[in-house]
């Protein structure tokens, strides 16, 4: 295969365009990948102008039209086909290109991607499948937002394209695949959790190893964890919310008195490497599981390195063949 292709909605996310564009150029640069950048054209070459584009392979399309953060995804579908979202979605259609990555407007993005690259056959819902990080290694949390009423057999689907993932582009062999719940008996949740529950130990193509609590989402337990979007989106706010206010209690109490700040900078190194190995821009995005492409859709807040990385992991992605072998599997 050729190196892949990614398009990038330089327009989109709250730190856009300069971030997106500064993300994108170290990304090309150190993947010594194309990366395709879309927007409207004078404010992207004004952009470049701005960041050494040497050793990179840059290229930028024009697409006159922005979505906002808060524009209905409706109306963004009607009004702003040429818009920086757009447009990327239909490269990847139209194979111009083998993934698209956007920190925009996440509903605009998904619904982009559903009317132009449609449904893989025999997945019923999208999901968004979030790499994270637990104290054992990587694991994939899906859904993280994009649907959150959840039939049972939805769970078995993102179970099965995410074991996928995780073989095809993470190479874990055989990975556990957990249920998110409120107990760890096969009898607790919510019907639609318990019936999944069944679904899922008669699904012969994966490793469920049953249910797990929100206590073991970062153990390491599973390499696959299902839930409904509206959980798991809840579960990922969350954590984010509880890193930052650890993480400034810890800086406040470092900081407190003279003795403090002795240890603080004896401790300084090894904090720095705990922050690190827990910072959500190493990943960058969630991959939207189940329509037919690579998409990735970023935190809005990204900066140039979850940029970066999410380029990175489009490249992954693209060059895991994993949709090949989710038609295959037939599910």
């Known amino acids: 295969m050729s190196e892949p292709r990614v398009v990038v909605d330089a327009m989109g996310g709250d730190k856009a365009p300069f971030d997106v564009v500064k993300g994108a150029v170290e990304a090309s640069r150190e993947l010594g990948i194309e990366v395709i950048l879309t927007g409207p054209k004078s404010v992207m070459d004004g952009e470049l102008a701005k960041h050494n584009t040497s050793g990179t392979k840059l290229r930028v399309v024009d697409a006159p039209s922005v979505v906002g953060m808060t524009e209905h995804p409706g109306q963004a579908l ?7 979202i757009g447009i990327g979605i239909n490269m990847v259609k139209s194979g111009e290109a083998d993934a698209f990555v956007s920190a925009g ?7 982009f991607a559903l009317l132009n690259l449609k449904m893989m056959e025999n997945v019923e819902r999208p999901a968004l499948a979030l790499l994270f990080r637990g104290t054992k290694g990587v694991g994939l949390f899906l859904d993280s937002g994009a649907t959150s009423d959840c039939k049972p057999d939805y769970y078995v689907d993102w179970a099965v394209v995410g074991s996928l993932y995780m073989t095809k582009v993470m190479g874990i062999a055989n990975p556990k695949v957990a249920l998110l719940s409120i107990g760890e008996e096969d009898g607790k949740g919510t019907k639609e959790v318990i019936e999944a529950n069944k679904l899922l130990r008669e699904e012969k193509s994966i490793n469920f190893i049953g249910n797990i609590e929100g206590k073991d989402i970062l153990k390491g ?4 964890i299902v839930t409904d979007g509206f959980t ?3 579960v990922l706010k969350f954590t984010e919310g509880f890193a930052e206010a650890l993480f400034g209690s810890i800086r406040h109490a ?3 008195g003279i003795k403090t700040k002795v240890g603080a900078l004896l401790v300084k190194p090894s904090l720095v490497k705990v922050a690190e190995y827990w910072d959500y821009r190493k990943y960058g995005g969630a991959l939207l599981l189940g329509v037919k492409g690579n998409v990735i859709i ?3 807040r990204s900066d140039s390195l979850a940029i ?3 380029i990175s992991m489009a490249k992954r992605t693209a060059e895991g063949k994993m ?6 599997a037939k599910i």
């Open 78 to 84: 009607r009004q702003k086909q040429d818009s920086s």
């Open 105 to 111: 407007n996440s509903g605009a993005v998904g619904a």
């Open 221 to 224: 337990m599973a390499d696959v």
């Open 232 to 234: 798991g989106n809840v």
């Open 254 to 256: 470092l900081l407190s």
């Open 298 to 300: 970023c935190h809005g």
């Open 308 to 310: 970066k990385s999410a």
């Open 323 to 328: 949709f090949a072998e989710i038609v295959e």
